[in-house]
T-cell receptor, first 117, second 114 residues
Framework: AQKVTQAQTEISVVEKEDVTLDCVYE???????LFWYKQPPSGELVFLIR??????QNEISGRYSWNFQKSTSSFNFTITASQVVDSAVYFC??????????????FGEGTQLTVNP | ETGVTQTPRHLVMGMTNKKSLKCEQH?????MYWYKQSAKKPLELMFV???????ENNSVPSRFSPECPNSSHLFLHLHTLQPEDSALYLC?????????????FGPGTRLTVL
């Protein structure tokens, strides 16, 4: 069975600090996808990134960057120069092979990030 | 309207009431999902519809009854709920169910069962 662990329940930083959100996953599939979603106070989950299991290249998008390491089964998310608007709950998720069971996402428990001015 | 919309945004109901949650997606997607988000717990997948056919039912109690009349609309009918059913109910859609497409979420319905 697949599992996603986000060990950090809550993180609080001061604006402009860098912060890394950890995500560790378990799966027996060799083909899988990893996702990060942001849930602001308004409620809807906002898609941030998708990474497939064959692409370990790190990705940067503005102040956001992601570090995917299959050797440690981790897919960590870093926000550089954090801003108050980054305050939200962030979810890491894993999708198993869609050929047999469809696009079923397993979510971690989420990390509540608070960025203080 | 764009994306995924949900109504109502907030709902308070007694245990003997019958109510329905509505979800509508304006993205032309073929798959729709219901999730339950309780405090301090991961999102729980409840139901999946692909091309209007239910393809997943994650051991959800029968007091929750989904309905998908077409590929753009999804309902969750509620009947004789329990206080522990109080949660945020999220609807999502994706291009289709059998690939790795990202899911797009609505804002959710905050349900309180008294």
């Amino acid at each position: 069975a697949q599992k996603v662990t986000q060990a950090q329940t809550e993180i609080s930083v001061v604006e402009k600090e860098d912060v890394t959100l950890d995500c560790v996953y378990e799966t027996r599939d060799t083909t899988y996808y990893l996702f990060w979603y942001k849930q602001p106070p308004s409620g809807e989950l906002v898609f941030l990134i998708r990474r497939n299991s064959f692409d370990e290249q790190n990705e940067i998008s503005g102040r956001y960057s992601w570090n995917f390491q299959k050797s440690t089964s981790s897919f960590n998310f870093t926000i550089t120069a954090s801003q108050v608007v980054d305050s939200a709950v962030y979810f890491c998720a894993l999708s198993e092979d869609g050929k047999t069971s469809g696009s079923r996402l397993t979510f971690g428990e989420g990390t509540q990030l608070t960025v203080n001015p | 309207e764009t994306g995924v919309t949900q109504t109502p945004r907030h709902l308070v109901m007694g245990m003997t009431n019958k109510k329905s949650l509505k979800c509508e997606q304006h993205l032309g997607h073929n798959a729709m999902y219901w999730y339950k988000q309780s405090a301090k717990k991961p999102l729980e997948l409840m139901f999946v519809y692909s091309l209007e056919e239910r393809v997943e039912n994650n051991s959800v109690p029968s007091r929750f009854s989904p309905e998908c009349p077409n590929s753009s609309h999804l309902f969750l009918h509620l009947h004789t709920l329990q206080p522990e059913d109080s949660a945020l109910y999220l609807c999502a859609s994706s291009q289709d169910w059998v690939t790795y497409n990202e899911q797009f979420f609505g804002p959710g319905t905050r349900l309180t069962v008294l």
